[in-house]
Nanobody, 114 residues
């Protein structure tokens, strides 16, 4: 079955950086577009970024220019590099099979605070 395991979150000051990782198993990773979504406290799940099978990248307006999504098909992994973090980026981040969070894992907490 599909399994997605996120890691790399933490506590960081505004303006800081983090790299999130997602290890995938149970499906043909190279065939799938991969997504990162996030959920802030008290808010709905929000799409963040998408990477296509060939590496094409798509971003929500709120993160474009600060976040970068990538994938390594040889490792069945996707990554999200977060830069110039803002307090409003605080959320649990998930990788998923679509923008609605399908098959997302347990998530990784990102807290941006001074």
């Amino acid at each position: 079955q599909v399994q997605l395991v996120e890691s790399g979150g933490g506590l960081v000051q505004p303006g800081g950086s983090l790299r999130l990782s997602c290890a995938a198993s149970g499906f043909s990773f190279f065939e799938k577009w991969m997504y990162w979504v996030r959920q802030a406290p008290g808010k709905e799940l929000e799409w963040v970024a998408t990477v296509g099978r060939g590496g094409g990248e798509f971003y929500a307006d709120s993160v474009r220019g600060r976040f970068k999504i990538s994938r390594d098909n040889s490792k069945s992994a996707t990554y999200l590099d977060l830069k110039n973090l803002k307090t409003e980026d605080t959320a649990v981040y998930y990788c998923a099979l679509n923008e609605y969070g399908e098959s997302r894992g347990q998530g990784t907490q990102v807290t941006v605070s001074s």
